[in-house]
T-cell receptor
Framework: AQSVTQLGSHVSVSEGALVLLRCNYS??????LFWYVQYPNQGLQLLLK??????LVKGINGFEAEFKKSETSFHLTKPSAHMSDAAEYFC????????????FGKGITLSVRP | DTGVSQDPRHKITKRGQNVTFRCDPI?????LYWYRQTLGQGPEFLTY????????KSRLLSDRFSAERPKGSFSTLEIQRTEQGDSAMYLC????????????FGSGTRLTVV
């Protein structure tokens, strides 16, 4: 079974500041890990994913995340926040193999102050 | 690639009525998934199809819910005798066979039961 923990429901940063959104997972098999962003009344857009290989993955809009197996973490970062980054962010895990349904965390709302 | 389309975008219905939603996935994607998202929560898995076969249903999917993908292309999700607790965003996603590329989500259908 898989589960995802996203600590805190809301993060607020100033424009230009570092963004750090935390994600910890549990999985009984090697996982695929994903970060999605959701803007109001829209579906989810894939930011980045980890499947195999390099543990530091880069995504769209300047975001990146590092898979740390020993810490069972997949935290999302961006060096400099932009106003347009304000949205809800979801971390998700799926098992490798045939059954690839996603298990999502509860999400974190990111606010960016001018 | 026209993305994943969902129809309608919004649906308001009276309690006890039946509703049906449609999802058109990306044409070359074998897998199609339905998720439900309530306010302040991450999406929760409901069911998924591989081609026309429904391979898994969540325990969240009561007997009032039924999903079909008759020709392995579009899918429908029907809710019979709607209840106020069914009010949510219903998200459809599609992926290639193993899901390694991540999912492409539609914009969702927001259901309000009054």
């Amino acid at each position: 079974a898989q589960s995802v923990t996203q600590l805190g429901s809301h993060v607020s940063v100033s424009e230009g500041a570092l963004v750090l959104l935390r994600c910890n997972y549990s999985s009984s098999v090697p996982p695929y890990l994903f970060w999605y962003v959701q803007y109001p009344n829209q579906g989810l857009q894939l930011l980045l994913k980890y499947t195999t290989g390099a543990t530091l993955v880069k995504g769209i809009n300047g975001f990146e995340a590092e898979f740390k197996k020993s810490e069972t973490s997949f935290h999302l970062t961006k060096p400099s926040a932009h106003m347009s980054d304000a949205a809800e962010y979801f971390c998700a895990v799926s098992p490798t193999g045939a059954n690839s349904k996603l298990t999502f965390g509860k999400g974190i709302t990111l606010s960016v102050r001018p | 690639d026209t993305g994943v389309s969902q129809d309608p975008r919004h649906k308001i219905t009276k309690r006890g009525q039946n509703v049906t939603f449609r999802c058109d996935p990306i044409s070359e994607h074998n897998r199609l998934y339905w998720y439900r998202q309530t306010l302040g929560q991450g999406p929760e898995f409901l069911t998924y199809f591989q081609n026309e076969a429904q391979l898994e249903k969540s325990r969240l999917l009561s007997d009032r819910f039924s999903a079909e993908r008759p020709k392995g292309s579009f899918s429908t999700l029907e809710i019979q005798r709607t209840e106020q607790g069914d009010s949510a965003m219903y998200l459809c996603a599609s992926s290639r066979l193993a899901g390694e590329d991540g999912y492409t989500f539609g914009s969702g259908t927001r259901l309000t039961v009054v």
